[in-house]
């Protein structure tokens, strides 16, 4: 039940659009506390919405929630359908490809039909949760240095975007959202961890970032897997201007960047080193951190690349991530 005061605020919310708490204190006359009570109780029952941290917080009324389907859709869809809307909300399986169908005006039980279809068309990839990219790499370059590459899925596919691990990767780097980042790991420990069994690895590298940021993707993801086999080292050397791989559409370009940023501070020998990176677009960073390894005959036997997400083509260019 709404008290007068909640009606009052939900009133002028509705009236003046997204504003703050200061303003709301002067237009019902109550103290402070009070207004944040009530506040705190319109947002526990999903009446309000509020964005920003303090002092910059700013409260509106809250949209309609789209309610989930009134209807049984197949199980894969709810184990690898996830969709972050424009506000950012995480929706996943049934009410997220809800909102996808609602807000694209789309027969949900056809579309679902075509979704599966298209994932069958992907899935064919796969062995045993992996993506074997060698012979996208074979099309890209001339000189190999890589003896295996894997994804652990597609970062798009046709026509529904961006996939499950897609968007996570996406936003969990673009937000620096330690709670994405934890999703993940949960999505990918285990085969990381059959991975390294497979392939015997007993060295692990992960290929350092190019932006500065509070909180790295690849340093939080190292720190969740607590991996008990030796960190090989690998340094990024930023240069006045710090170039993102992303932001360069040569292939050689690209190659150059690797070359001159990437280097190997690590002296000891290994037989297996898994070189693991967030995402592969054309593959340069990997095929040529292999390269630098290599020339330093720190590598006895295989050297295989890892990327959470990859293209499906072969030389692309992922600009997001």
């Known amino acids: 039940m709404k008290t007068n005061t909640a009606n009052k605020i939900l009133d002028y919310l509705t009236k003046q659009g997204p504003i703050k708490a200061n303003d709301i204190i002067q237009y019902l006359q109550i103290s ?28 509106q009324i809250a949209k309609t929630k789209l309610k989930p389907p009134n209807i049984n859709l197949p199980k894969k869809i709810d184990e690898t359908y996830l969709i972050i809307s424009p506000e950012g909300e995480l929706l996943e399986g049934t009410q997220g490809f809800g909102y996808f169908c609602n807000k694209n005006n789309l027969n949900i039980n056809k579309t679902a039909d075509e979704y599966l279809n298209t994932l069958k068309k992907y899935d064919k990839f796969k062995n045993n949760g992996l993506i074997d990219g060698m012979s996208k790499l074979k099309k890209t ?35 620096q959202n330690k709670a994405l980042i934890y999703k993940i790991y949960q999505l990918i420990k285990e085969k990381i961890s059959n991975l390294i069994k497979e392939k015997h690895i007993d060295a692990i590298a992960f290929i350092p970032p190019t932006i500065p940021r509070k909180i790295q993707f690849q340093k939080e993801l190292e720190k969740l ?10 340094v990024k050397i930023l240069n006045q201007i710090p170039i993102a791989q992303k932001t360069l559409n040569k292939l050689e370009d690209r190659i150059e960047n690797v070359e001159t940023t990437i280097f190997i501070d690590d002296k000891k020998s290994y037989k297996n080193i898994l070189l693991i990176d967030d995402a592969v677009g054309s593959g340069a960073t990997l095929n040529e951190t292999a390269k630098k390894i290599r020339e330093k005959n720190l590598v006895k036997a295989n050297l295989i690349g890892l990327a959470l997400v990859g293209s499906f083509k072969g030389f692309d260019i992922i600009n997001e991530i």
């Open 141 to 175: 370059f001339k000189n190999i240095y890589l003896d295996e590459i894997y994804y652990l899925d597609f970062y798009s596919i046709e026509r529904f975007g961006k996939t499950k691990l897609g968007n996570l990767v996406l936003y969990a780097k673009q937000s």
């Open 225 to 234: 897997l607590t991996l008990k086999i030796p960190k090989f080292n690998i």
């Open 32 to 59: 402070p506390q009070a207004t944040f009570k009530q506040l705190k109780n319109l947002y526990s029952k999903n009446l309000i919405t509020k964005s920003g941290t303090p002092p910059k917080v700013f409260y």
